[in-house]
């Protein structure tokens, strides 16, 4: 039986187990520090769950913060057993009982006089704190749960779903505070959204490559042995000239994106390079799907 029990400690990885809750923990100690070093003192409105926690603390002071962030976050749980996994669902119970902690016991004055350089500064360490949490495999709980299961099931961004959910948080904002207060809350939700998923994607960002030259062997030859990223011949034809043309097809990840025009420029100083975005990329050398 103890080595049963063994047995399936050591199939969760402890070392991982330990790195996924050190990154909840960091994560909901900087967004404390965002929110009760900035928002609050500043009467800012957050997005999502947060949001709609202070809206109701501003308006009833003697509720408890991170009570009501803990309870808002209830009928989400079952979202994130049913659509995401049960392993993203306990650890985002937990994330979502520490960061209630943090922002209970945890409060670093900032001092910043400029409300608008005060909600940049704010959607900054949020994001930041945030892109940590689901930097590990699991959530903080409230939209971050409904965003990975949007982000699995349809490809739609964080950032990009973060912002469509806080919409009805600004409309309830300017209503029941001031159109200046909703102002604000945008900004910082924006920041918050760029930087969250610039943590999130990091330099795993993933770019598809096409390349059209008459050096097409030798270009194919480079990219497979000197950046060993797998290649694509897509045979073409020219809609002016009306030549048959071959198409080098790769996808890699952001950071080698100098090394391959640097070594496109080399062999075929004429060719026609075209770089794209990708939202997300299957495949187990150069993949970067999420890993909830």
Known sequence: MISGFRGVIGGYHIGSILRN???????????AVAINGILVPKAFVSGGVTGLALVIHYLAPGISL?????????????LGWKYVGRRFFLYSIVGTFLFSLAVEWISIP??????????????????????????????????????VMILMRFSISLGNTTLAFNSAVLIMTAILFSLESALYTLVFIYVTARVMDLVVTGLSQRKSVMIISKSKTELVRSILEKLDRGVTVIQAKGGYSDEPSDIIYTVIAFRELPRLKRLVTAVDPDAFLVVTETTEVMGQRIGNQPHW
Not at 21 to 31: A, P
Not at 66 to 78: D, E, M, S, T
Not at 120 to 143: E, F, H, K, P, Q
């Open 66 to 78: 991170g009570a009501l962030y803990l309870l808002l976050n209830i009928p989400l749980f079952a």
């Open 110 to 147: 900032i001092s910043i006089q400029d409300k608008f350089l005060a909600a940049l500064l704010a959607g900054i360490i949020m994001g930041v704190g945030l892109g940590v949490i689901l930097r590990s495999a699991g959530s903080s709980g409230g939209t971050d749960i409904l965003s």
């Open 21 to 31: 809750l050190g990154l909840i923990s960091i994560g909901s100690v900087i967004c």
